[in-house]
């Protein structure tokens, strides 16, 4: 073109932006030289379109694809110098009135919306006959691009649809209805972003043109993605529930990497659609959890009435899974919950012996009280819309889960009271939730809860069992015991705040109790685990924990890196916390955790790294500080950190029985690590002989070697080699005198001094 003035159209047609004042303003302006490839005639067929060709001011770099509606190019924006995407109706000056009307309604529909997870509209142009306009440029991919190379993982599946639901959402709200939701219509930014595009089927809620132009061809849309009142060609209900059903069958494909429906030409797929249920997922994709199924599902329900509200509420959903908490899609069974809620404990699993240490100090505990006013508010609705109950039934059973719902909150309130320290309030709201609990069994659970709570352990244990006691004799199921049984352990657990925690006899019987609940249950392999005797039968256990989960279970990851570890097999123990800590990335104990194999792997910066996350996200006077701190300064010292080393070894080692059982524990589980500790110890002393530090942890190793020793020389020998170390620590650095004066005197003892 060489010129930007307007030409009248040779059919003698109207400006079809004339009626439009402000995007008649971005017609092309009389008299601006642009030069190009392509004569004045106009662009005649998309042929022109090559690059170096421009319209208006833009010029052509490649073609990046084509619809159904119109031709999309890579441009360049010769007046603001920038890239972005143009399209062009795809018929050109042969376009129908039609046809034409509907491009508009694309461009004018997403130029109303500006989204994060939308392709944001910037010009709409007229040029020689042709209508086009330009769009942000998404460097990445299209989500069909991505799904051709296999399906995704669930959870960057249910990031990208919880994403998209807000654009869809948004697009809603602002009156604006897709209807060819597809994954060719969602770019995925190179930070895997996803932006959706295409807006030519959208339309205006209520929009009675919208209507009238695609009456004429009502089945417009992608058959394997369309609603059944799509699929029925029943525009005028066409609605927001129909973008729903096209986001469960994204869904859908991004999990199992295939389509619900499948048929040799497209009414094939249509008729299925009518009269078929999409086959199971779980038949599909091995391990997936139930409730991503479930909410898959609702979403493609074949009756509006029965899919989520609006694309907001499916958002909200996914973010409540993946938070997890409770969703609308399945009400969780206990048990369900106590996966979920078990799952997300943040209790630490840091193993001595065949024990797993966890976050004592951190008071994890069943929240009873929200699991159920959520459930309660679910059941609820689901009872109000039960059209075939008679209306006293129903009235009769909302009463009943409202007064659920009043005892939940009611103990919720006890227990703001109590945090509040107005313990009168509190007792008076608990009193209330014990009235109105329903049996013994429950009445035990509430008040085993308030004394764990308010860290009455002894209490708390007591009336613990006396729950499961009461449950056991009036039939309680078994779901139900499991929760109890597992707050019981938590219990114990919290009433040893020491490193490492060794199991009673006690909390073994109740993992023995668990086990016998559901053999197969993931939880219950895990615990199962803790009581095998040799590592190879505690790891196929936990091979077969993980396998059976729905979800990564992120605790028996862990478990099984710590064994994998003390086996040598780092690189696997390594890769264990690395799919641990993915799901709880904000698990101090974790990142502490990968430190250690990371300090096996010679990797001190990494190490480091870890360590100081860790400590970052824990509390000052939390009681594993110790042995995070221990770390970090082997990490440190690894790399010639001496100033922050000597800081942290001595504060750890003020923690007599934290430090002691740390060094116990690498001594008896990774004996060639004390062993290659001393070794390299022995020759960094030779080049620093004035750090203190370095004699007080060679003189650690030594001690604790002594302590493992097979005889008696072996024994004594160790302890000299200690106490002469102990002795050079604290002469180069005085403090150390009083932070080894415990470990001096056991020394002694033994050494024969």
């Not at 392509?38 to 170096?52: K, Q, T, V």
């Not at 972003?193 to 043109?209: H, Q």
């Not at 996914?318 to 404990?345: D, F, I, N, Q, W």
């Not at 009943?400 to 009271?417: H, W």
Request: glycine share 8%.
């Amino acid at each position: 073109m060489k010129s930007h003035r307007r030409k009248p159209d040779p059919r003698g047609e109207p400006d079809p932006l004339a009626e439009s004042p402000t995007l008649a303003e971005t017609r092309t302006q009389p008299g601006a030289s642009t030069g190009g490839a392509a004569s004045s005639r106009g662009l005649a067929s998309e042929d022109e379109l090559l690059p170096g060709a421009r319209i208006g001011p833009y010029e052509i770099v490649e073609r990046l694809g084509s619809g159904a509606m119109g031709h999309v190019f890579l441009v360049l924006d010769t007046v603001l110098r920038r890239t972005l995407a143009l399209k062009v109706i795809r018929a050109g000056r042969l376009a129908s009135e039609e046809e034409r009307a509907r491009f508009l309604r694309e461009a004018r529909s997403a130029a109303r919306l500006r989204h994060p997870n939308i392709v944001s509209i910037h010009n709409l142009g007229y040029e020689d006959g042709h209508l086009f306009f330009t769009m942000d440029h998404v460097e990445g991919e299209t989500l069909s691009g991505r799904l051709a190379r296999g399906r995704l993982k669930t959870e960057e599946a249910l990031r990208i649809l919880s994403a998209l639901a807000d654009g869809v959402a948004y697009a809603h709200e602002n009156g604006i209805l897709h209807r060819d939701l597809k994954p060719s219509n969602v770019l995925l930014t190179s930070d895997g972003v996803p932006r959706l595009s295409d807006f030519g089927l959208a339309k205006a809620a209520g929009d009675e043109e919208s209507l009238r132009l695609t009456g004429s061809y009502a089945l417009l849309g992608t058959p394997a993605y369309m609603s059944p009142e799509q699929a029925r060609g029943d525009v005028a209900k066409v609605d927001a529930a129909s973008d729903v059903y096209a986001l469960g069958v994204i869904l859908y494909e991004m999990l199992s990497g295939d389509i619900p429906f499948h048929g040799e030409a497209p009414i094939a797929v249509l008729q299925k659609i009518l009269t078929e249920e999409p086959p199971p997922l779980s038949r599909l994709v091995r391990r997936l959890d139930p409730e991503v199924e479930a909410i898959c599902l609702k979403a493609m329900a074949a009756r509006k009435e029965d899919r989520y509200a609006s694309a907001r509420e499916l958002g909200e959903d996914l973010r409540r899974h993946r938070e997890g908490h409770e969703t609308r899609a399945r009400p969780l069974s206990a048990l369900g919950r106590l996966g979920k809620l078990y799952r997300r404990r943040r209790g630490a699993f840091w193993v001595a012996g065949a024990a797993v240490l966890v976050n004592a100090f951190y008071i994890v505990w069943l929240n009873t009280a929200l699991a159920r006013a959520n459930r309660a508010t679910v059941e609820a609705e689901d009872q109000r819309q039960a059209a075939a109950a008679s209306r006293a039934e129903l009235e009769e059973k909302v009463a009943e889960l409202e007064r659920r719902d009043t005892q939940s909150k009611a103990r919720e309130l006890a227990e703001v009271a109590a945090r509040e320290g107005d313990a009168r309030e509190a007792e008076e709201k608990f009193a209330r939730a014990l009235e109105m609990a329903e049996g013994p069994f429950e009445i035990l659970r509430i008040q085993a809860d308030y004394h764990r709570r308010h860290r009455r352990f002894d209490r708390a244990i007591e009336v613990y069992g006396e729950a499961c006691r009461a449950g056991r004799e009036g039939g309680v199921p078994g779901e139900l015991l499991a929760l109890v049984l597992f707050d019981l352990y938590w219990c114990h657990v919290d009433m040893k705040p020491t490193f490492p925690v060794q199991e009673t006899p006690e909390m073994k019987a109740i993992l023995e109790d668990l086990s016998r609940l559901d053999p197969e249950n993931p939880l219950v392999l895990f615990a199962r685990s803790q009581l095998a005797e040799t590592i190879d039968e505690q790891i196929a256990l936990l091979d077969r924990a993980i396998l059976a989960s729905d979800t990564p279970l992120w605790q028996a990851y862990a478990w099984r890196g710590e064994l994998r570890s003390r086996l040598g097999r780092v690189d696997e123990a390594l890769s264990d916390l690395d799919l641990a800590i993915r799901e709880v990335p904000d698990e101090p104990l974790l990142m502490g955790f990968r430190g250690w194999i990371r300090i096996r792997r010679f990797e001190p910066k990494e190490a480091y790294a870890d360590f100081d996350r860790a400590l970052e996200s824990l509390a000052a006077d939390d009681a594993n500080r110790a042995y995070l701190v221990i770390g970090r300064g082997l990490a440190a010292a690894l790399q010639e950190k001496h100033d922050q080393a000597e800081r942290d070894l001595m504060e750890g080692s003020r923690d007599r029985d934290t430090c002691e059982g740390l060094f116990s524990y690498l001594r008896v589980n990774y004996p060639e690590v004390c062993t290659f500790a001393i070794a390299l110890l022995t020759q960094k002393i030779a080049v620093e002989r004035d750090r203190g530090y370095l004699y007080g942890l060679r003189g650690m190793f030594h001690y604790v070697s002594a302590r493992a020793a097979r005889n008696d020389e072996e024994k004594k020998a160790g302890y000299r080699a200690a106490l002469a170390d102990f002795d050079e620590a604290a002469r180069l650095s005085p403090p150390y005198e009083t932070v080894l004066a415990p470990y001096v005197r056991v020394a002694r003892e033994h050494a024969g001094r």
